[in-house]
């Protein structure tokens, strides 16, 4: 075995006859290189994107959401409640109620969802770490109600955390009658704005966060919620407070986690992520044929030393595993090279962040990168595999000439 892989170093060291061999051997081992960097960099940047974008979602979606399988509201049972609250790994929870609603605010006007929330819901989400302005604060001391509108709706309808100009919400009521007098089939109501909230623009043009009681009332939907959010401990198995919470709601209600609440999202970054994996494989297989190329001209260019080596001994195994060696070398050398170059860059741009993001709807000014110990076990694993099949291929068939024996 030391035999094989001294002489196969001498050999892919040595200086050729043919310098297109030397040239070959190079472009190989970039080409290898290059596609190493690439999957790192690829899958890294990937990693990131999921990260921030689990860091954006965390901040509305609960750890566990409850629905009605069907219909849009329910009426949060008491004596289901009282048992959700003593499940085990479970901290707190939160009612919630959703509505659209037309919005106006001096003279200009939006449509908005308003998300009707209990006292509890700055413990179930992160929400009250991403105000731009002013304070999460939906009821005050004196029992006053307040308004927090995400930042696309205050920049659209201009705004401001003054506690002067009142932001007018309007919904059609379900009692209303269709008479000739309008106004009577909406419910209008007036909240003032305590804060703006700000952490992804499809959000922050979407919510308004009212209290629980006011939103009822405006829709007259008196004990009706649309969901309810639960917050985990830290020490809790998600799986099992899952399925216990499951138990307790039974069929007539949806009980997702975060991945299942985004899970669309999810799976198509998972299939994206998958599709630039096969995507960059594919680019390094076609790059071994340099390998291959590589090893039959020095197969040929040897065969005076493979006689050579055949009359002091050698053995056909002893010979094929030279060029083996030869092949696994290339490999070795370009991941090696390919691994440092990505880990580098990666550095970089968690470092410095060369390379910018071109949106202004994104919390973060440059690509985020995230390296994972996984990455660098199968990039190298995939690499050096597909470096195996490109020396073993040629040297299976080509040597069958020299050797005059069938593998």
Do not use: H
């Not at 081992?29 to 921030?52: D, K, P, Q």
């Not at 998300?115 to 929400?127: H, L, P, Q, R, T």
């Not at 050579?308 to 060029?323: E, Q, V």
Request: charged content about 20%; some cysteine.
């Amino acid at each position: 075995m030391k035999l094989s892989f001294y002489i196969a170093k001498r050999y892919l060291f040595a200086k050729k006859s043919r310098n297109a061999i030397n040239i070959i051997s190079g472009v190989s081992i970039a080409g290898v290189a290059v596609g190493t960097m690439a999957l790192i960099i690829i899958l890294s940047v990937f990693n990131g994107l999921e990260t921030m974008v689990r860091a954006i979602f965390n901040t509305f979606d609960p750890d566990i959401k409850i629905t009605a399988a069907e219909g849009k509201t329910f009426v949060a049972d008491t004596s289901r409640l009282k048992l959700l609250a003593t499940v085990e790994g479970v901290s707190c929870y939160s009612l919630a109620l959703e509505e659209n609603a037309l919005l106006k605010y001096g003279d200009r006007q939006t449509i908005a969802t308003i998300k009707g929330v209990d006292e509890n819901y700055a413990m179930v989400s992160n929400i009250d770490s991403s105000m731009f302005e002013g304070n999460f604060t939906l009821t005050d001391n004196k029992g006053r109600s307040y308004a927090i509108p995400g930042m696309g709706v205050a920049q659209y309808l201009g705004i401001r955390v003054n506690f002067i100009e009142s932001l007018n919400i309007i919904v059609p009521r379900k009692t209303g009658s269709t008479n000739i007098n309008a106004e009577s089939s909406l419910s209008r109501k007036y909240l003032l704005p305590s804060g703006i909230f700000e952490v992804e623009k499809e959000y922050d043009s979407k919510y308004v966060y009212v209290p629980l009681e006011f939103a009822r009332e405006l829709t007259e939907n008196e004990n009706g919620v649309s969901s309810i959010e639960v917050r985990f401990t830290e020490k809790s198995d998600p799986s099992a407070v899952q399925k216990n919470i499951t138990k307790i709601y039974g069929t007539g209600f949806i009980v997702q986690n975060r991945d299942e609440q985004q899970e669309i999202f999810y799976k198509v970054m998972k299939s994206e992520r998958l599709a630039i994996f096969f995507i960059l494989t594919l680019i390094l297989i076609i790059a071994s044929f340099n390998i291959i190329g590589s090893l039959t001209m020095l197969i040929i260019e040897k065969e005076r030393d493979i006689e050579i080596l055949k009359s002091l001994g050698a053995d056909n195994n002893l010979i094929r595993t030279i060029f083996i060696f030869e092949g696994w070398l290339i490999s070795i050398i370009g991941t090696i090279a390919g691994i440092i170059l990505g880990f580098a860059i990666c550095w970089l741009q968690q470092t410095y962040g060369l390379v910018k993001l071109q949106s202004e709807s994104l919390i973060m000014d440059s690509y985020p990168v995230v390296m994972k110990l996984k990455d660098f076990i199968i990039v190298p694993g995939t690499v050096l595999l597909i470096g195996y099949w490109a020396a073993w291929y040629p040297v299976r068939f080509l040597t069958k000439k020299f050797l005059n024996k069938d593998v």
